[in-house]
């Protein structure tokens, strides 16, 4: 009996999302996953750009894996891997891939290490699943910013100016001003270096998102004009609290481009 609770305590299994990898050495891989109990963690799996490796096509990034795992020093290690859900139309889309990294970034940002948050794992699949599935990508992106941030406790102040306390008027064009927290009414807009005239459509719809579910948003007849506009305002938010820029929309205004062409 002896070794018996040792064995059991170096080997363990989790299921998460692949949000991100990096190559290391000659043929390892770092895999960040996303898991409901433990957030985000990063794992050694070795020798898995190897030709002949057999995990290799389960822990590709937004796939929802079953691993077993064994205790290292330095990094845990991936020694069983099983597909769950891989999402195929996403990676036959290019659009829909371009939408799916957009959303792993921002996860790979946001999430906390090492730290139990199951509604955002649920909010990360029910996400991909949209962007698998539904016909307008920009909805299901802004809907994730919107409820991304509410979940991890970054949400932009939308009732309220955060300089003076008063309420805002929705009617009204507010200003913009991410290092203040968000919408700024009138008057103290005017006086913020970097603020921004916030349009009534543009605060309406940012309620909108930040309180319903999808299944209520994807009802709306939302105007792709409307919806690039608030992405404008949305990648100044959250610019500024990733204090870097996205790199993943490179990928995707480029690809807007290149449709716009054909």
């Known amino acids: 009996m002896t070794g018996g609770p040792e064995r059991r305590y170096r080997s363990y299994r989790l299921t998460g999302l692949v949000i991100h990898h990096r190559d290391m050495g000659e043929a390892d891989r770092i895999v960040s996953l996303l898991t409901p109990d433990r957030g985000r963690i990063d794992l050694l799996a070795k020798g898995v750009r190897k030709i002949t490796s057999r995990k290799a096509g389960h822990l590709d990034v937004f796939t929802y894996v079953r691993l077993q795992v064994a205790k290292g020093r330095t990094w845990d290690i991936i020694t069983q891997a099983e597909a769950i859900r891989t999402f195929p139309r996403i990676r036959s889309s290019l659009p829909r891939t371009a939408h799916a990294y957009y959303i792993a970034e921002l996860l ?3 999430a906390p290490e090492e730290q139990e948050d199951r509604e955002l794992f649920d909010l990360a699949l029910e996400a991909l699943g949209y962007v698998e599935t539904a016909t307008n990508l ?13 979940v991890t406790g970054f949400q932009p102040q939308l009732y309220v100016c955060p300089l003076c306390g ?3 008027n929705v009617e009204q064009v ?19 270096k970097g603020g921004r005239p916030l349009p009534a459509r543009v605060l309406k719809l940012m309620r909108f998102l930040h309180t319903r579910p999808y299944t209520h948003v994807r ?3 939302l105007r792709t004009d409307v919806l690039l506009e ?19 929309l490179k990928f995707l205004h480029r690809l807007r481009q290149e449709f716009r062409r054909t």
């Open 166 to 168: 008063a309420p805002l």
């Open 138 to 150: 920009l909805v299901v992106s802004r809907w994730f910013e919107a409820h991304l941030l509410r």
């Open 230 to 248: 608030l992405e404008g305002y949305m990648q100044a938010y959250l610019r500024h609290v990733l204090e870097r820029d996205i790199r993943a």
């Open 219 to 221: 009802e709306l007849p």
């Open 108 to 110: 790979y940002a946001l």
């Open 174 to 192: 507010n200003y913009w001003v991410p290092q203040a927290g968000g919408a700024v009414c009138p008057t103290c807009g005017v006086a913020q």
